[in-house]
């Protein structure tokens, strides 16, 4: 789906291929544009931030193993990237190209900013002064300059009023995008089943998270792959209506999680030192006071991301064209 965006409206049209594009495609020349050379420091700094933990193997536990698998795959879709559009084969690939590169430089910018932070604060302040040490700081600052490339590509190629791109160049596509990376986050914080089991209230929570994140993964998937008449309501109405339903979901689930996690009527812990799991540091892991902590400020943030992409999707008018 592609869209012509203004002030207040925004008009939506199908395409069968996502070509338009204000860069050089299809010749060596859209290396030497400035997204061009964007790419190739996305590609050089998540390359060196790869390479300099695994010629040490510092990578262990699971935050090693995300920050790991973080650059390797941003640098494998980057190199993509960059051979479709130097090969000119975006009618031959089989997503969107309007809203195929700005996802995933959205995801990109997302995955490397929790790697930035995730993996010095879990597992290189825990290594010993030395090479391994210093490898891994390095590797850190690549990641750091990979999060602030990936981003300015997202501010480069988002839509702006007149132009016509695809939905996800939009506020609300990138929002979508937020949404599910956040929720992402959620599940890995609770992939312990002892932090919600047996507590109605809180396997809710989880009902919701994976709900909205279905709802969310489906709105992109759909203008990925250009298929967003297949629904049996508009899309419009179907973006609205699933704002909506998250924004009331996602309420319930911040008032429910904290109430059964920090309040002591309800078995929960208020005080940090009262968790015993908390009393000792643990190598590259998170207690579970902590888990709990990290997944009631997710669900805040998430919550004010579908609150914005519901006040967008009332502002903006859909006209079908």
Known sequence: MAVTVTRTTITT????????????????????QPLGLLRLLQLLSTCVAFSLVASVGAWMGPMGNWSMFTWCFCFSVTLIILIVELGGLQSRFPLSWRNFPITFACYAALFCLSSSIIYPTTYVQFLSHGRTRDHA???????CIACVAYATEVAWTRARPGEITGYMATVPGLL????????CIIFAFISSPSLYQHKPALEWCVAVYAICFIL??????????DCTNMLPI??????????????????TALVLWPLYQFDERYGGHSQRARDGGCAVRHLHSVCDWDRRLAVAILTAINLLAYVADLVYSARLVFVKV
């Open 13 to 32: 049209t199908t395409t069968s291929s996502g070509l338009g594009s204000s860069t050089i495609v299809g010749s060596p020349r859209a290396l030497t």
């Open 137 to 143: 700081i390095a590797a850190t600052a690549f990641s």
């Open 176 to 183: 979508k995008v937020l949404e599910t990376f956040v929720a």
């Open 216 to 225: 969310a993964a489906i709105a992109i998937l759909l203008n990925l792959g």
């Open 234 to 251: 508009p899309f419009p109405s179907f973006l609205s209506g699933l704002a909506l339903l998250s924004v009331i979901l996602y309420a």
